[in-house]
């Protein structure tokens, strides 16, 4: 399941209909994977970016400290209601097993950042059209963006490849 249908479901399970980045993780952190803890806050992060571009929520900034508060909006309140909470949840994540129970995280974690870094780069370029004032900036920005999905691209197209060999040198075997 997608890191943003993981949260919506978080939401409708705890009824989360306003909340802080803070209170997200904290329901969030045994049940999406990540290779680390800072790729785990970035992960949540930019997933809830995407989701205030796309208007499933929007944020307020907080008076009364730095936190911001999200909350969902009507779009996003329509597409909570299609989630089945009880099979659309996964399990806490057990331990890695073996090596392919790690590559397939590894997949999983790459076409996510490959897609988030497309995303970013794709709203660089949408941006520049609409603000020529700041062309150079945003086509500085829309590179790394590209250059960071090129290389998730890469080490995505890496670790399927030996999945590939590895089954075809198995099936061969047997």
């Known amino acids: 399941m997608s890191v943003r249908n993981t949260i919506l479901v978080l939401m409708k399970r705890h009824e989360l209909h306003q909340f802080t980045l803070t209170e997200l993780k904290e329901r969030c952190k045994n049940i999406v994977n990540s290779k680390s803890p800072t790729h785990f806050n970035s992960l949540i992060y930019k997933t809830l970016w995407i989701m205030?571009?796309?208007g499933l929520v929007v944020s307020a900034q907080n008076q009364n400290d730095k936190n911001k508060n999200y909350s969902l909006t009507e779009h996003g309140l329509k597409l909570l209601e299609e989630i089945n909470v009880e099979e659309a949840l996964p399990k806490e994540q057990p331990k890695l097993k073996n090596h392919f129970d790690h590559l397939a995280r590894l997949i999983s974690d790459y076409s996510v950042a490959l897609a988030e870094a497309s995303a970013e780069a794709q709203e660089y370029q949408e941006l520049s059209l609409q603000l020529p004032d700041y062309e150079e900036l945003l086509q500085a920005k829309f590179i790394e963006a590209k250059s960071r999905a090129a290389k998730f691209k890469?080490?995505?197209?890496?670790?399927e490849n030996l999945l590939r060999e590895r089954y075809e040198t198995s099936s061969m075997a047997s």
Do not use: M, N, P, Q
């Open 52 to 54: 205030e571009k796309k």
């Open 154 to 159: 890469g080490r995505l197209a890496a670790v």
